[in-house]
């Protein structure tokens, strides 16, 4: 811990924390919020206009390659080394790194925030981001620069040394978790943790009017009606949802978010909700559209618009929409999304 410390004082004048002037090594760790929890280096930014309640707010935690393009960095880690990558974040440290995949959404959660306490300055209900990093904060520098370069409100940095994500996102009641590592996202899917992969793409959204897509099945809703289909075929599985129109479908990973958009569109009138959200199925309307409506319904979660696809690609329809982002757990709705700068984030089913 104390070389940790000592670190992190000689680059202290790097780390850009709202702090002008620092006197003391104390002074320093307050004003950054450095905390050692074990194997894992915390930083807390002290200097957020408006400091989210950790009881009332909505945690998001996203991984530093899915928030930044550093896959230049990463092949760097990977080929030379993690001496070689720390030195070449050292060095590079006043460099802003590029906007990531997940950079768009952040932006307008941000907006939404802000929206909410324009709304009421005394809301709790906000959207808390925190950054996670399977690095040491030795190259953590250059990241937490980035993050005040671009004006980003994230509430603490977490560099985890190599440490499993997923044993960190339960102590911070994480809602969200979007990263660019899939052993990572598949151990947190596995822990009942909402997940998604975000691979580099190059990405088009730029609207702030947030916009978020789900697919319907094993990502919204569970995976039994996929099931039903891949082991008795479509007429099947038509049949099985017919039999099964009252019965709500099961809890997908990515309900609870869904809902939370939901409660937080309530907040607003119609004519000034920043939130839209989209179903986009493969479902046919006709055949098995029917039940879906149904268990929305009986989650009174209020979706803007629903597509059913009937197995038609998603991606011109996504094209139109221009989401933020968009989850679905087939690879090649995935590709196609990707093909029209979608930011795509991937919902891998049957993690082991």
Not at 39 to 64: F, H, M, R
Not at 128 to 154: C, D, K, P
Not at 282 to 300: F, P, Q, V
Not at 308 to 326: E, N, R, T
């Amino acid at each position: 811990q104390f070389l940790n410390i000592r670190l992190i004082w000689l680059q202290i004048e790097k780390l850009h924390c709202g702090t002008l002037q620092l006197y003391t090594l104390f002074e320093t760790l307050f004003a950054c919020g450095l905390k050692m929890e074990g194997k894992v280096e915390v930083i807390l930014n002290t200097q957020l206009k408006q400091q989210k309640d950790p009881k009332e707010a909505i945690t998001i935690a996203i991984s530093a390659r899915a928030l930044f393009d550093m896959e230049e960095e990463h092949e760097l880690f990977l080929s030379e080394g993690l001496e070689t990558f720390e030195n070449f974040q050292l060095t590079n440290e006043d460099v802003p790194l590029k906007e990531g995949i997940v950079y768009p959404f952040i932006k307008a959660i941000q907006m939404v925030n802000a929206r909410l306490l324009a709304r009421n300055p005394e809301e709790k209900q906000l959207f808390e981001i925190i950054l996670l990093s399977t690095h040491s904060a030795e190259g953590g520098v250059r990241i937490i620069n980035s993050v005040n370069y671009y004006g980003l409100e994230i509430s603490k940095f977490c560099f985890l040394n190599g440490s499993d994500p997923s044993k960190y996102l339960h102590s911070n009641n994480v809602k969200l978790f979007l990263s660019a590592c899939e052993s990572a996202v598949c151990n947190a899917l596995k822990k009942d943790i909402p997940a998604a992969l975000m691979l580099h793409q190059q990405h088009h959204t730029t609207q702030e009017h947030l916009k978020v897509a789900f697919d319907g099945d094993s990502v919204l809703f569970s995976d039994e009606t996929d099931v039903v289909f891949k082991e008795k075929g479509l007429d099947e599985v038509i049949k099985y949802e017919k039999d099964r129109e009252h019965v709500p479908i099961g809890e997908g990973p990515l309900k609870e978010f869904a809902m939370i958009l939901g409660e937080m569109k309530k907040k607003f009138s119609p004519e000034n909700d920043p939130i839209s959200t989209y179903l986009v199925t493969a479902r046919s309307g006709n055949d098995m559209g029917i039940r879906a409506i149904k268990t929305l319904r009986n989650w009174g979660l209020r979706i803007d618009e629903a597509f059913f696809m009937a197995g038609s690609p998603k991606g011109p329809l996504l094209s139109h929409i221009q989401p933020h982002i968009f989850f679905d757990d087939n690879a090649r709705n995935i590709k196609g999304a990707r093909e029209y700068g979608i930011p795509s984030a991937f919902v891998p089913s049957g993690c082991e």
